[in-house]
């Protein structure tokens, strides 16, 4: 059914939608049958990683489990732009039951994982959920969305949805928007990625999947754009503007056409041509904590431990330094510097000084979003020309003084000891924001020097709402930039920066699933503009560049401070062989913004409409 008409509100806008035919089912379908209980395993050593962590085993009363949930999903639901993170861990056994289902939400900056080596071995009977945000306007009347579910995570555990009432029985809920992964779970009934149980619109917008099976029914629903990678799905229901499979067995067929109104927008890829699954903490038979690092792929498919354990190595929790909110970044790099590893106990850290990662096979991972704070226009974390490094789980915010970039990857000096196809660095599930909590400045958000570099689940995000934003407020050029040669990016997420919002100068570079909302906040055509060209491309090529490839790349123009603006196109590109764009959608929302072009001079204009907004497709360029 058509949900008519479009909504603005603060955070993402959306327009016109369609919402699958079973968007408001008249009863809840029957759960599929639960996979086999695990037995508890030997308790967890005794490990201090900070009041913010939870951790929970089988021994744990149920009613314990349940109320400390509850507490911090009170706290947390609401929480967009506070300061406290938590880890929510659940040691490998079972939890809740058929009669008594274990049932909770995750809120703002919360990661909740399992500890087993693999999903199966920590079971929850019951659901995990994240459902819309409601509020009511002068009138009374009620409005929900999940357009600013945010910041949270889940992970490493197997789901048996059971449990629930009325139209929320037997169904897991994951109606989140950026920067909330969903990795690495084994959902054995019926999932939905839009909470159709409220009051409309519904609207969600820009989610994340991926090294999962998802057995029972998927209802996708008013997600605009939602990207799966090396995972495997029962089936798919629906599709709004840019739905993306990269590894995906059970995947519908590729469908994306130049006429947005006729096929589901499907772009669907047998294999990803790369891919490096993120780090996670884990606990072994023996009680004893580790962090496992998955091994890199090549034309992948399908989730990393379907057929067993995924391959890649285990460190031991010795070989880390477990940082703490009250530390320096100086006690912080003093540790880099001895060759730690290190895991960030949630919290949010001050870095008056850049972290330094020299070690090969370094790794770098955050539990509960822990979030890195520039000040002092401190670069938070650079990264030496060495291979094999991941920086994984964490927020990484601007501050008030400009800093050059908040993430550098290498020096950009061709190096034989930098990271190589075999041995890539990767950064996984890494959120960066330039305004939103406080005031923030910074040329660029991610720098990528080295070649080999795989990017998997970026959101970079020039804040359109919260504190300190505006025009000459958070300031930001770019989001993205990459310099080096054979990088890919799987799940790129980059909004509203002031120019390009990516520049793409390496050679060989491929992304798989590029999402972007231009900046909203432009005062005029003349400040956003250079030379003859009308505002910043969303996505741009450097024009020496001779190889290139992306698939599925959305642009969505919303000029509400000046409606009347317009971008000459979202995507810039050489015209050359080796560089081929597929699937591409600009949309003008809301009646606000013009993007003239789709790529170059080719495509038609997305132009304001006064009752929705205005799609265009563009299959292939060049245009065969």
């Known amino acids: 059914m058509a949900l008519l008409g479009a909504l603005t509100l603060a955070g993402l806008t959306t327009g016109a939608l369609v919402a699958p035919a079973d968007a408001t089912p008249t009863r809840p379908s029957a759960p599929v049958a639960p996979a086999a209980p695990v037995g508890p395993a030997v308790a967890p050593q005794a490990l201090d990683l900070g009041p913010n962590v939870t951790l929970f085993t089988p021994a744990t009363p149920q009613a314990e489990i349940q109320s400390r949930l509850d507490a911090i999903a009170a706290r947390q639901v609401p929480n967009q732009f506070g300061e406290e993170r938590d880890a929510v861990l659940f040691a490998p056994g079972t939890y809740g039951s058929t009669e008594k289902p274990l049932i909770f939400q995750v809120g703002y900056y919360t990661e909740v994982a399992g500890l087993g080596r693999n999903p199966g071995d920590v079971v929850i009977n019951g659901s995990v959920n994240v459902f819309n945000q409601c509020t009511k306007d002068d009138t009374g009347a009620e409005s929900c969305i999940a357009l600013n579910n945010f910041w949270r995570s889940l992970s490493n555990l197997t789901i048996n949805p059971t449990g629930g009432e009325g139209c929320r029985a037997n169904t897991e809920f994951w109606a989140v928007s950026q920067a909330a992964p969903l990795r690495r779970v084994d959902i054995t009934g019926k999932t939905t990625f839009m909470d159709y149980c409220t009051a409309g619109p519904q609207y969600a917008s820009g989610g994340y999947l991926a090294d999962a099976r998802v057995a029972g029914e998927v209802t996708n629903g008013s997600q605009q754009q939602w990207f799966t990678r090396n995972s495997q799905i029962g089936s798919w229901s629906n599709g709004v503007w840019n739905q993306t499979f990269a590894g995906v067995q059970g995947a519908p067929p590729q469908s994306f056409s130049n006429l947005p109104t006729t096929n589901p927008p499907y772009t669907t890829l047998a294999t990803t041509p790369a891919s490096k699954e993120k780090p996670y903490l884990f606990v072994t038979d023996r009680g004893r904590w580790k962090v496992f690092v998955p091994r890199a792929q090549k034309n992948s498919s399908g989730a990393s431990w379907a057929d067993g354990r995924t391959p890649g190595r285990g460190l031991k929790l010795s070989t880390f330094f477990v940082a703490k909110p009250s530390d320096s970044a100086r006690t912080i790099d003093?540790?880099?510097?001895?060759?730690?590893?290190?895991?960030?106990?949630?919290?949010?850290?001050?870095?008056?000084?850049?972290?330094?990662?020299?070690?090969?096979?370094?790794?770098?991972?955050?539990?509960?979003?822990?979030?890195?704070?520039?000040?002092?226009?401190?670069?938070?974390?650079?990264?030496?020309?060495?291979?094999?490094?991941?920086?994984?789980?964490?927020?990484?915010?601007?501050?008030?003084?400009?800093?050059?970039?908040?993430?550098?990857?290498?020096s950009g000096k061709k190096n034989a000891h930098g990271p190589t196809a075999k041995r890539p660095t990767a950064v996984q599930d890494v959120f960066f924001r330039i305004g939103g909590p406080h005031v923030g400045k910074a040329k660029v958000s991610l720098l990528v020097n080295s070649d080999h570099v795989i990017l998997d689940d970026i959101w970079a995000w020039r804040a359109d709402h919260g504190e300190g934003v505006g025009w000459k407020v958070n300031t930001a050029a770019n989001g993205v930039i990459v310099n080096g040669d054979h990088v890919t990016a799987t799940g790129l997420f980059v909004e509203h920066y002031q120019r390009y919002n990516v520049i793409w100068n390496g050679e060989h570079g491929r992304t798989v699933f590029f999402q972007n909302e231009l900046p909203y906040d432009a005062p005029d055509q003349k400040a956003w503009r250079h030379g003859d060209t009308l505002g910043w491309a969303a996505y741009k090529v450097n024009d020496k560049v001779k190889h290139h490839e992306l698939w599925a790349g959305g642009s969505y123009i919303y000029t509400n401070v000046n409606p009347s603006l317009h971008l000459s196109h979202s995507f810039e590109v050489p015209d050359r062989a080796g560089v081929r764009l597929h699937d591409l959608v600009t949309v003008s929302l809301n009646n606000a913004g013009t993007i003239d072009h789709v790529v170059n001079d080719v495509g038609a204009a997305a132009t304001p409409k006064s009752d929705g907004s205005n799609i265009v497709n563009l299959v292939d360029y060049p245009v065969r």
């Open 334 to 410: 003093k540790q880099l510097a001895k060759g730690k590893n290190l895991l960030f106990t949630p919290g949010v850290y001050t870095i008056d000084r850049t972290l330094h990662v020299r070690k090969a096979g370094t790794v770098v991972l955050g539990l509960g979003l822990a979030t890195l704070t520039a000040t002092k226009g401190a670069v938070p974390i650079e990264v030496a020309d060495v291979p094999d490094v991941d920086i994984a789980g964490l927020t990484i915010d601007a501050g008030s003084k400009t800093s050059k970039a908040l993430l550098v990857i290498g």
